[in-house]
């Protein structure tokens, strides 16, 4: 008997993650129109109206037993603390990025944290690399050097965006809390300095909503919906898919990204550079390979 999914619940998983990589690549097309907009003060409004929105479905799902038990176990209040910490620095340097012409560092940022989590996994999971996977991260190393032996210096938006979102999952991977109520307790704990940025530090003509016009005040509201709308689709492709079959749809978003860096928005990439790209993709490319070989490998077949 064959143990698989329901083909109507793969399908809404298939949808549900095309709809969380796709609003994940688009990202950066909402963080350009707030472009006149300093970085901390857009990280301060995803910050405010993430905790609202994430208030909002987290009472609405019904999960108030589950955000009350959390928070009486300051052991993991103190460890979302910490996962909440590495989240701020990622979004606040992805949004720098964005605005000040990295976007392709962003991109690249995101094309090499799957095999940032592969090292990882072998780090703190004791998970032992296949051959075709320590070929893989060898690629991309050599990318990176490339990059550092011809310019002169490293990707280090590209390293730091990658090394933090794949902190922040192992982190969260080895606290066991419900997604939606973790990521809320995130935010709530972000929300008092946000506040206290918002209101004491931030000397912009735009941190009085009153003054604003209706338009931006709406864009800058949307942040909390830009940051948890793909969440809710990616968790829901979670549930109905396996992570071996949802982690073929994490190129969707860097890839986005890099043909919005260098179509839309022409960012200017020296040839190292795209020597790097090509050194990440032939890795990933490898990984995916060794990824869907073991996959099939595993697969009950049917009887």
Not at 85 to 106: R, T
Not at 171 to 187: A, N, P
């Amino acid at each position: 008997m064959a143990l698989s999914q329901p083909k109507s619940s793969t399908g809404s998983g298939v949808t549900n993650a095309l709809a969380a990589y796709f609003m994940w690549g688009l990202a950066p097309i909402y963080f350009k129109l707030l472009i006149d907009i300093g970085a901390g003060e857009i990280l301060m409004h995803r910050v405010v109206w993430s905790s609202a929105f994430l208030l909002l479905l987290v009472l609405l799902s019904k999960k108030r037993l589950v955000l009350i038990q959390l928070c009486k176990q300051p052991k993991v209040i103190a460890k979302l603390s910490l996962s909440a910490s590495i989240l701020a620095v990622n979004w606040l340097l992805f949004i720098w990025a964005i605005n000040n012409n990295h976007l392709l560092d962003a991109s690249l940022g995101y094309f090499i944290n799957p095999l940032f989590n592969v090292a990882l996994g072998m780090m703190f999971f004791n998970e032992r690399l296949r051959r075709n996977q320590k070929i893989a991260v060898a690629l991309a190393g050599f990318g990176v050097f490339v990059q550092l032996f011809t310019v002169g210096s490293l990707p280090l938006v590209s390293l730091v965006l990658a090394s933090t979102f794949a902190i922040y999952g192992v982190l969260r991977k080895k606290m066991h809390v419900d997604s939606f109520v973790g990521l809320l307790i995130e935010s709530l704990l972000m929300l008092p300095i946000a506040l206290l940025y918002w209101f004491y530090f931030i000397d912009s003509a735009t941190a009085d909503l009153t003054s604003n016009s209706a338009s931006l005040n709406f864009t800058l509201i949307m942040a909390g919906i830009v940051t948890t709308a793909p969440l809710l689709c990616f968790t829901a492709a979670a549930k109905r898919l396996t992570l071996s079959s949802l982690g073929f749809f994490q190129y969707i978003g860097p890839s986005i990204m890099f043909l919005l860096a260098t179509f839309y928005y022409k960012e200017s990439m020296q040839l190292a550079e795209f020597a790097t790209f090509i050194f990440i993709w032939l890795a990933l490319a490898l990984y995916s390979i060794d990824a869907y070989r073991t996959m099939k490998k595993t697969q009950i077949p049917n009887t």
